[in-house]
């Protein structure tokens, strides 16, 4: 069955066509109504087509003439994806044969294997029909009229069972023909298989961008950097054991700039799943920072800037009526199917991408906040990550001014989603909120309504990340109508509310009631937002704080409201709420006289648009109100360029009386002698054994109690480790261990008030047990998804396949290949043996090497620009300067020719402002052969050296003289503004004489950049405190 008008474009011709047809036939079937159920196809030209029947008639008489016909047919090259056999008939050979030669063609990756799709002898033609936009097709002719059935399934149960065993045939969902069956099928985004490599077709759940280019693959083909990229990040990430990944992502992670390593993780994930995982539960303190936050706000920035990929749903506001469908199609392609055949889905992240962290409105580009967040889902608590769904609401998307950075974000080439403004109004609250998600037509609604009709009532919906002035309203609007709650706002502040209670273990360690305790204490929130705000309501509504003693800012000050409400400084109801009643007499608009004046025990910062604003003022405002007692300052605000204070300058300031933590994590802070660990608070120590709870005991609503004593069971969970660091919170290298506990105390208290529809045990540890025996790990066996794991380690072989055919190495290039250097390498390099022994015996510059090498292939200055102008696309161009340093080794012609070609662009990555980075980090990159370093040692043979490196690496004059036109030469000792950099300064030399070459024609071969290494400083001796000297890696 083809659409007629799918095909009336130009179409495309097969060059291997048989002569049983006219040679302008094209056999369009077309579906005609028959006696009964039964259906035939009927050809536009070609005359009495074959019979293709049940799977109980032979195929002898039809196939040869069947097989001919396809071969001949007219196809458009965007709409076929696959075409397979089922080998059940001995008579099949001259359809494979045919197969074959359309496979010749330039249509599209068919598949001539055996595709075990069922055992109807005409489900082989149904691939052909789902290529072409159908779910299925099942085709009879002839005279005698048989009732025929379609089989259909989903490509990720094709996957499997092509990868596990055809035995599990007669498991595939059949349907009648009647055309409402197949146009019922086709919208569940059903779809008999498209080849073992893909998914199923997906469009709906795609952005709209993206969908409208085509798909995925056009999409990322479309651009050039996406395309380079993709080929890059491919192949940099070979790695298929946990140890391998480990080791290539920390070799990355070693040039800091860790968006790359989010980079990396991403395409780890769409390789290898399981390795993924595996990985991220192997390191979580490492990597958890990596793929959430803080480097997820800068990829969140960039989202559409890297190769697009499957996961994640997008519901735009185009597909407002047909929510329930998107979601469907993203099911038949992702998930897998229970015994009921209802899609697995334990659980939805979603968010508008209205508030990402603090950095304002990105749009689709936000989706790495739920695909983040699930990811910690997975390794900090054990939920399934097969059985959720990351989703992202489209409804439109500011302009640079609606986030924080001003990043062109909608008007981009390269975003995915709707480019046009939000649609919004004036709540009677007096706030902005987007159109779109109130009334009888609330896009939210519908999208939950569709999620409890397709996944049942027992999924849970977790809010993510919408602003603030929608956030709060609608969690009020659903909270009791579905399995929902909002981690901004109830997870952040459990959170919070968990930090407070263990400040208070730290200076009471033998409290056993946190919660009591909390009463004593006073607070002083800065900043209103959905975060603080969540966090007074948590401590006032459920710890039985004092409305007193919670005293909360917005940018006019201390808040605060008449008697009768009519008058104050809030600016919204929720504010409101919390206002001190009565103007205050002192100047609330400064925290240092708010601080005199209340007295807080606990400062909370929270304001996302005002770094440093905790002053030292502040900090001994703080200090001296409270006498003996140490007091709490939370600087909460992400990313941490925006933290109200740092930890160093905290823990200084107050001469470590401060009990500290941040909202992004800071290195330990050494004073008076004392090493200081400093808390993150962060959601991941709530949300996720919050939700393991809540969907292991099938919990039918998440009150707000359930926050409250997650809180507690974090603080609980603070060891004698934690306390002597200063730690109020855990150590991230326990996460599991803490979500386990919160999963538990959620349980147990879902029981208690009879919300949780199976009981997992009475006691404390006996529910712990059983839900320890339910937590998912990597390469866990699972009836419910070992058929899907299967299939995504059948899609990830396939990924490899294209890889190889797209990536072609050169082998890793030789360091030695010239005139053997000793005298003239760096000393520490000369001790190891030579530069390839230095490099390979390093795990990072070994990995490293690789990778650059693999980013590296142009041969052209016009490859070279388009390589590099990919790596530049996403910022941060110490990975530019190491691509650049790679091609000078590989091809140095190539590498100036790429310099003239674009000297404005690429002389800021070859020299200043990258060079500074490059130099601090010099050694942790791979050594190579440019570079003349003299030590003191070489002191009276100095002439030697200089030979050693001229025969080795200058050109030949006349009487084999080695030509040398100019040296430029330094001690490293004052590497531009950064300080004492030793021979890691050889940046410089280089860089310089590159701008010799690019800006006055010298002739680079003929020249030489020269370290005189005389020792170096101590970090103490660079203006950012870099351990140079004292690196391993210093040569």
């Known amino acids: 069955v083809f659409d007629r008008a799918a095909l009336s474009a130009p179409p495309y011709r097969s060059s291997a066509r048989a002569g049983a047809c006219p040679a302008d036939a094209c056999l369009r079937l077309r579906p005609?109504?028959?006696?009964?159920?039964?259906?035939?196809?009927?050809?536009?030209?070609?005359?009495?087509?074959?019979?293709?029947?049940?799977?109980?008639?032979?195929?002898?008489?039809?196939?040869?003439?069947i097989g001919q016909r396809i071969s001949t047919l007219h196809i458009r090259k965007t709409s076929m994806a696959a075409l397979g056999f089922v080998n059940s008939s001995p008579a099949i050979g001259s359809l494979r044969e045919s197969a074959s030669a359309v496979a010749q063609t330039n249509t599209a990756p068919f598949a001539g294997a055996d595709v075990p799709v069922g055992t109807s002898c005409f489900s082989s033609l149904g691939a052909i029909c789902a290529a072409s936009g159908l779910a299925?097709?099942?085709?009879?002719?002839?005279?005698?009229?048989?009732?025929?059935?379609?089989?259909?399934?989903?490509?990720?149960?094709?996957?499997?069972?092509?990868?596990?065993?055809?035995?599990?045939?007669?498991?595939?969902?059949?349907?009648?023909e009647d055309p409402s069956d197949l146009l019922a099928c086709s919208r569940r985004g059903l779809a008999v298989v498209q080849g073992a490599a893909a998914g199923a077709p997906r469009m709906r759940s795609l952005p709209t961008s993206v969908r409208n280019s085509g798909g995925i693959d056009q999409w990322n083909m479309k651009h050039a950097d996406l395309k380079r990229l993709k080929v890059m990040l491919d192949g940099m990430c070979l790695a298929t054991t946990v140890d391998e990944a480990l080791e290539e992502v920390h070799a990355i992670m070693s040039l800091g700039r860790n968006f790359w390593a989010y980079a990396y993780m991403r395409t780890l994930y769409s390789k290898k799943p399981d390795v993924y995982y595996g990985t991220l539960l192997a390191k979580p303190a490492t990597l958890l920072p990596v793929v959430y936050t803080p480097t997820v706000g800068e990829a969140c920035q960039k989202f559409g800037k890297l190769p697009f990929q499957r996961r994640g749903c997008y519901i735009s506001l185009n597909e407002r009526g047909n929510i329930k469908s998107v979601l469907e199609e993203y099911a038949a392609a992702e998930?897998?199917?229970?015994?009921?055949?209802?899609?697995?889905?334990?659980?939805?992240?979603?968010?508008?991408?209205?508030?990402?962290?603090?950095?304002?409105?990105?749009?689709?580009?936000?989706?790495?906040?739920?695909?983040?967040?699930?990811?910690?889902?997975?390794?900090?608590?054990?939920?399934?990550?097969?059985?959720?769904?990351?989703?992202?609401?489209?409804?439109?998307?500011?302009?640079?001014?609606?986030?924080?950075?001003?990043?062109?974000?909608?008007?981009?080439e390269l975003y995915t989603g709707m480019k046009q403004d939000r649609k919004k109004h004036t709540s009677e609250a007096g706030t902005s909120v987007n159109s779109e998600y109130y009334g009888k037509d609330s896009l939210i609604g519908e999208f939950m309504q569709a999620a409890a009709d397709v996944f049942?009532?027992?999924?849970?919906?977790?809010?993510?990340?919408?602003?603030?002035?929608?956030?709060?309203?609608?969690?009020?609007?659903?909270?009791?109508?579905?399995?929902?709650?909002?981690?901004?706002?109830?997870?952040?502040?459990?959170?919070?509310?968990?930090?407070?209670?263990?400040?208070?273990?730290?200076?009471?360690?033998?409290?056993?009631?946190?919660?009591?305790?909390?009463?004593?204490?006073?607070?002083?929130?800065?900043?209103?937002?959905?975060?603080?705000?969540?966090?007074?309501?948590?401590?006032?509504?459920?710890?039985?704080?004092?409305?007193?003693?919670?005293?909360?800012?917005?940018?006019?000050?201390?808040i605060w409201r008449s008697e009768d409400g009519k008058e104050g400084s809030f600016r919204n109801g929720e504010q409101k709420g919390f206002a001190q009643v009565g103007k205050p007499t002192y100047d609330a608009s400064k925290l240092e006289d708010t601080i005199e004046h209340i007295k807080p025990s606990c400062i909370i910062g929270a304001v996302g648009v005002v770094p440093g604003c905790f002053d030292e003022k502040v900090v001994d405002a703080l200090v001296r109100v409270n006498g003996s007692e140490r007091p709490s300052m939370f600087a909460l605000s992400n990313p941490k360029d925006r933290a109200e204070i740092t930890a160093r300058d905290a823990y200084t300031w107050s001469n470590g009386r401060v009990i500290y933590c941040s909202g992004t994590a800071f290195e330990p802070v050494e004073v008076a002698g004392k090493t200081f660990a400093p808390g993150q608070v962060n959601n991941v120590y709530i949300f996720p054994g919050m939700s393991f709870g809540v969907i292991a005991c099938q919990a039918c609503s998440i009150p707000e109690r359930f926050f409250i004593v997650a809180a507690e069971a974090v603080a609980n969970s603070l060891d004698e480790a934690d306390m002597?660091?200063?730690?109020?919170?855990?150590?991230?290298?326990?996460?599991?261990?803490?979500?386990?506990?919160?999963?538990?105390?959620?349980?147990?208290?879902?029981q208690t008030l009879g919300l949780a529809a199976c009981s997992l045990g009475q006691k404390w540890e006996?529910?712990?047990?059983?839900?320890?025996?339910?937590?998912?790990?990597?390469?866990?066996?699972?009836?419910?998804?070992?058929?899907?794991?299967?299939?995504?380690?059948?899609?990830?072989?396939?990924?490899?396949?294209?890889?190889?055919?797209?990536?072609?190495?050169?082998?890793?290039?030789?360091?030695d290949s010239q005139a053997d250097r000793m005298l003239s390498l760096p000393a520490t390099v000369a001790d190891a043996g030579d530069i390839s022994r230095w490099n390979s015996d390093n795990s990072d510059l070994c990995k490293l090497l690789r990778m650059l090498d693999t980013m590296c292939t142009a041969t052209t200055v016009q490859e070279a620009l388009e390589e590099v102008r990919a790596v530049m696309s996403l910022g941060k161009n110490i990975w530019a300067y190491a691509y650049m340093r790679t091609l000078y080794t590989k091809n140095s012609e190539v590498y100036y020719g790429t310099l003239l070609a674009k000297p404005a662009m690429l002389l800021p990555v070859v020299y200043t402002p990258t060079v500074g980075e490059a130099c601090q980090k010099f050694g942790k990159l791979p050594l190579q052969r440019r570079g003349c370093y003299i030590s003191l040692k070489d002191l009276g043979n100095v002439k030697s050296v200089l030979e050693e490196y001229a025969a080795s690496e200058l050109q030949h004059g006349p009487n084999d003289i080695r030509l040398c036109d100019c040296i430029v030469f330094s001690d490293g000792g004052r590497i531009l503004g950064l300080g004492d950099l030793g021979a890691w300064g050889m940046g410089i030399p280089i860089g310089k004489l590159d701008l010799y070459a690019v800006c006055a024609g010298v002739n680079p071969h003929r020249t030489m950049p020269v370290i005189i290494d005389v020792g170096c400083s101590d970090a103490a001796g660079n203006s950012d405190k870099v351990v140079i000297r004292d690196h391993e890696l210093y040569t």
């Open 32 to 65: 005609v109504r028959l006696s009964g159920r039964a259906w035939r196809g009927e050809p536009d030209t070609c005359a009495q087509p074959g019979a293709l029947v049940g799977s109980g008639v032979p195929f002898s008489s039809c196939s040869k003439r």
């Open 136 to 176: 299925a097709v099942g085709l009879a002719s002839g005279k005698k009229q048989r009732k025929a059935k379609t089989t259909v399934v989903s490509t990720r149960q094709f996957v499997a069972r092509h990868a596990l065993d055809q035995s599990s045939r007669d498991e595939d969902l059949s349907l009648d």
């Open 335 to 412: 998930l897998t199917q229970g015994p009921d055949g209802r899609y697995l889905c334990d659980c939805i992240v979603f968010s508008d991408g209205g508030r990402i962290l603090g950095l304002g409105d990105l749009g689709t580009w936000g989706m790495g906040i739920p695909i983040g967040k699930l990811d910690l889902y997975a390794a900090c608590a054990g939920v399934n990550p097969h059985r959720t769904i990351p989703v992202i609401i489209d409804v439109g998307c500011s302009d640079a001014a609606g986030n924080s950075d001003k990043v062109v974000v909608r008007d981009n």
């Open 456 to 558: 049942g009532k027992r999924c849970l919906l977790q809010f993510e990340d919408f602003n603030s002035n929608d956030a709060f309203p609608l969690l009020a609007e659903y909270r009791d109508k579905f399995l929902t709650y909002n981690d901004d706002i109830q997870g952040t502040a459990a959170v919070a509310v968990a930090a407070l209670m263990g400040a208070i273990k730290l200076r009471k360690p033998k409290c056993t009631d946190l919660v009591g305790e909390l009463g004593s204490q006073t607070f002083l929130f800065h900043g209103a937002g959905s975060a603080n705000l969540g966090t007074l309501k948590l401590l006032s509504r459920e710890a039985g704080v004092s409305k007193s003693k919670l005293f909360v800012t917005n940018s006019r000050g201390v």
């Open 724 to 750: 002597r660091s200063d730690r109020i919170l855990p150590h991230p290298d326990r996460l599991r261990e803490v979500g386990l506990n919160v999963a538990t105390a959620v349980v147990l208290e879902a």
């Open 766 to 815: 006996e529910v712990r047990t059983a839900l320890r025996s339910r937590m998912w790990a990597p390469g866990s066996p699972s009836p419910s998804s070992s058929s899907q794991l299967a299939g995504m380690c059948c899609a990830a072989r396939s990924d490899d396949a294209e890889i190889g055919n797209l990536v072609q190495p050169h082998a890793v290039f030789s360091t």
